[in-house]
């Protein structure tokens, strides 16, 4: 059974920066892509950042120039830099395969909070 742990979540101060990780556990899951996706208090779950390969990479446009993603297949975890952090930002943060049909049960996110 593949599991996904989320961590690295935090309170911060608008500007500043947290790096949060996703540890796959388990076999025999191979998704095409891993994605970051975040929820926010009375908001949809959405989108924020997909990684096929190192150099394929995505991002949602409020998120550009600020987020990277990036994975180490070593250690079966993706993470997610997020620096400039603004309130906006503030969310429980998921990861996930990026395909529906590849998608294995939630983890319990990690919850990040920006303050002004």
């Known amino acids: 059974q593949v599991q996904l742990e989320e961590s690295g979540g935090g309170l911060v101060q608008a500007g500043g920066s947290l790096r949060l990780s996703c540890v796959v556990s388990?076999?025999?899951?191979?998704?095409?892509?891993m994605a970051w996706f975040r929820q926010a208090p009375g908001k949809r779950r959405e989108l924020v950042a997909v990684?096929?390969?190192?150099?394929?990479?995505n991002y949602i446009d409020s998120v550009k120039g600020r987020f990277t993603v990036s994975r180490d297949n070593a250690k079966n975890t993706v993470y997610l830099q997020m620096n400039s952090l603004k309130p906006e930002d503030t969310a429980v943060y998921y990861c996930n395969a990026f395909l529906i049909k590849e998608r294995v049960s939630w983890g319990q996110g990690t919850q990040v909070t920006v303050s002004s």
């Open positions: 388990g076999s025999g899951f191979s998704p095409t892509g």
């Open positions: 990684i096929f390969s190192e150099t394929n990479t």
